[in-house]
């Protein structure tokens, strides 16, 4: 299948997968959270995300190797590229053994992630979730060097299918363990079992689909030297990336207690499902951003053509980033409750405190590849390292006092700062984005939702949503609302093709079967 087709299924591959994992990841979560109750929930939580910042030894390679192989398949030289394979199997097993022996520590460390604020239970259990989770990352490792194979293969069809079954697969494991009461620990091991299985899948594909080989000798000279100079940056902005997504867990977790890990983690639970809405798109089109940094020598052809992609995708993703944003700030108090229960109010501030100021870096998610290609994407670890650093100390300092929302607070005001000042900035004078269109572009989008906004606060002000049919039916009452407005008022003849145009052919398809 041509790479256009493949990119083209890819992202509809891409949208469906969200929406299944949307659907399914709310009606499984409110399965997990109810049976596990707030405090293993929290306890779950909290050791997930300690495991989950040592993936920060991944030091950006998996970048490297996208880089790397789209320089060599451009020279068609398919040794190299089996030497590069070869390579990075070597480097992700021997990172993959110094995960297990810092997570080794960690289970045999506990107090430095908890304090002494759990029961001998919960430290019995805190040790067989930590080294389950462990032994999953550690694999994981050398395994994602298969899956970084299939993307800059641009096999996206087949990954978004392999997804879409675990998606779909997981949950009808879980939900049964869960109610014969395997509780948290049974959540890791069947996650754990998924990740082989996938993972053997990954490997067939590779050696028999793909015929990719793995030569490990005789490696191109300074390649690891050049691969390192161009992840170190990447993998500062990882440890960034798990200063802001995990570490408010961590410190919740130490200075709060799990009960309060579990308010912050239903606010972020529903961002990240937010945030999978704008990466659906965006993770399509890395091949195609190195692609055009290869095509093009005239430096300014190839940043008018860079920016009317960077642009392109943003619309499109703000468009359908604005309808879920809205919604979960007119819907997301009541919806809380009707999801996760009582006692868990306080998670809608963590929602609006991220959710609000993310939405920035969301729709310009395709800057961060852009840099990469480029070979310029040192300023935006060095201002998020500063930014995180200061996100650190004043979670620190208002998780202690205001708990979760503090914890929030402090992600959220990091994220302006760093993601709507000082990247967009350097996107205009360093990369030749054209920022002034791109915001623009955006600021006569939103015009044309606002009629759909003010709806949206009247019913905010004046429904009552004590029912989960009348919340339901209010919800799509205003996403239809919100579709006709950013039709006819926010979107232009390109976006309105992509709906039209297999709305036409579907017709044609029904006119053809009567006929």
Known sequence: ?????????GTVLSYIQMILNVVIGLTYSRFMIRLLGKSEYGLYQTVSSTISMLSVLNLGFNAGYVKFFAKYKQRKDEENIYRLNGMFLIVFSAIGLIALLCGGYLITHLELVFDEGLTTEEYALARVLMFLLTINLGISFPMSVFSAIIVSNEQFIFLKLIGMLRTVVGPLVNIP????????????????????????????????????????????????????????????????????????????????????????????????????????VSGAFTPRIHALYNAFDNPKQRDSRVSELFIKVGRIQFLILMLFASGLVIFGKPFIRFWAGSGYDESYNVLLLIMLPASIPLIQNLGIEIQRAANKHQFRSIAYLVMAICNLILTIYLCQIYGATGAAFGTGISLILANGIVMNIFYYKALGIDIPNFWRNITRMLAGMLPAFLVGGIIMKMAMMERAVTMLLLITAYSLIYCACVWFFS???????????PVRKALKRLERKHD
């Open 1 to 9: 299948m041509e790479t256009s087709s493949e990119l083209k299924w």
């Open 177 to 280: 363990l869960l109610l014969m009461g395997f509780r948290s620990v049974g959540l890791v091991l069947s996650s754990l079992a998924f990740s082989l299985i996938t993972d053997v899948i990954y490997i067939y594909y590779v050696l028999a689909k793909l015929h990719n080989k793995f030569h490990f000798s005789k490696f191109e000279k300074g390649l690891f030297k050049s691969l390192f100079s161009f992840t170190i940056f990447i993998a500062i902005n990882m440890i960034v990336d798990q200063i802001n997504d995990n570490i408010d867990r961590v410190l919740l977790g130490r200075f709060q207690g799990t009960a309060s890990v579990a308010v912050y983690s239903i606010g972020t639970n529903l961002y990240m499902y937010y945030m999978t809405i704008s990466t659906s």
């Open 491 to 501: 979107m232009n003849k390109y976006e309105k093709e992509l709906i039209a145009a």
